[in-house]
């Protein structure tokens, strides 16, 4: 038997029995610094919306429901993720208000109600502010395991405390407040609304990380104004960076 080792000379056709170019299966790539393919989830309309949740009501079974209300989980984070419009927050407003919603959960347990509540609270301002309380707290109570539930209210409340401070402080003490204040009244005010999305936005949301980030810098500017412009800001800037430091520790 010869141990000799017979070599095909390139460019010759496969043998008999052996897969040519197209048989082969090409291997995925395990490149680390490659992003796996994801696909894409398609635009969201409202028809779709509205087709998706008819078709959950009236599905033959649980798996059936469950299937379908994951579809209408991903349209809604979809049309969150599209900006806010006054299209989209009515449609969301229309099937939180109807309560065509209720009952319908995707196979992981999350609420249709809680996708489009926080699809709601995501288009950014003013939509965010036309959540309900009740449909706030039912997402709210989605969000299992929460460690300081006490923070948003805590948070708001001494921000509230420092600004009313601020004011009276000088009115209790007979003294009369230097500098204009218009700024002031501007600070105050763009503190409350930025507080808004920092409690209210989902966690790590982009509509919770803006309203943190901007009464971060409005708190420190009051500060500012008040230590080394000597007119006014203490109080409230410091309540305010207190209020987002108890918004920074971890809700889960």
């Known amino acids: 038997m010869s141990d000799t080792t017979h070599t095909r000379p390139p460019g010759s056709g496969p043998r008999q029995g052996e897969p040519g170019e197209?048989?082969?299966?090409?291997?995925?790539?395990?490149?680390?610094?490659?992003?796996?393919?994801?696909?894409?989830?398609?635009?969201?309309?409202?028809?779709?919306?509205?087709?998706?949740?008819?078709?959950?009501?009236?599905?033959?079974?649980?798996?059936e429901r469950a299937r379908v209300a994951g579809e209408l989980n991903q349209q809604l984070d979809a049309l969150a993720a599209g900006g806010g419009?006054?299209?989209?927050?009515?449609?969301?407003?229309q099937l939180l208000e109807s309560g065509r919603l209720a009952g319908l959960a995707d196979a992981g347990g999350r609420s249709c109600r809680a996708a489009a509540t926080e699809a709601l609270t995501r288009l950014g301002f003013p939509y965010a502010l036309e959540v309900r309380p009740e449909d706030l707290a039912f997402l709210r109570g989605q969000d299992e395991a929460q460690g300081f539930p006490w923070v948003p209210t805590a948070a708001g409340a001494l921000l509230v405390a420092g600004i009313?401070?601020?004011?009276?402080?000088?009115?209790?003490?007979?003294?009369?407040?230097?500098?204009?204040?218009?700024?002031?009244?501007?600070?105050?005010?763009?503190?409350?609304?930025?507080?808004?999305?920092?409690?209210?936005?989902?966690?790590?949301?982009?509509?919770?990380?803006?309203?943190?980030?901007?009464?971060?810098?409005l708190s420190l500017l009051q500060l500012y104004l008040g230590v080394f412009g000597g007119y006014y800001g203490t109080l409230s800037g410091g309540a305010g960076l207190l209020a987002w430091l108890l918004l920074m520790l971890p809700r889960r």
């Open 22 to 63: 197209e048989g082969r299966t090409e291997l995925p790539s395990l490149a680390p610094w490659e992003a796996p393919i994801i696909p894409d989830v398609p635009e969201a309309t409202p028809g779709q919306v509205r087709a998706l949740v008819e078709e959950a009501r009236v599905a033959a079974s649980d798996a």
């Open 85 to 93: 419009s006054r299209e989209v927050a009515d449609l969301l407003h």
């Open 164 to 217: 009313v401070a601020e004011w009276a402080g000088p009115l209790l003490q007979g003294v009369s407040r230097e500098g204009p204040l218009v700024p002031l009244v501007l600070l105050m005010g763009l503190s409350l609304m930025a507080l808004v999305p920092g409690v209210l936005g989902p966690e790590r949301s982009a509509s919770q990380r803006a309203g943190l980030l901007g009464l971060l810098v």
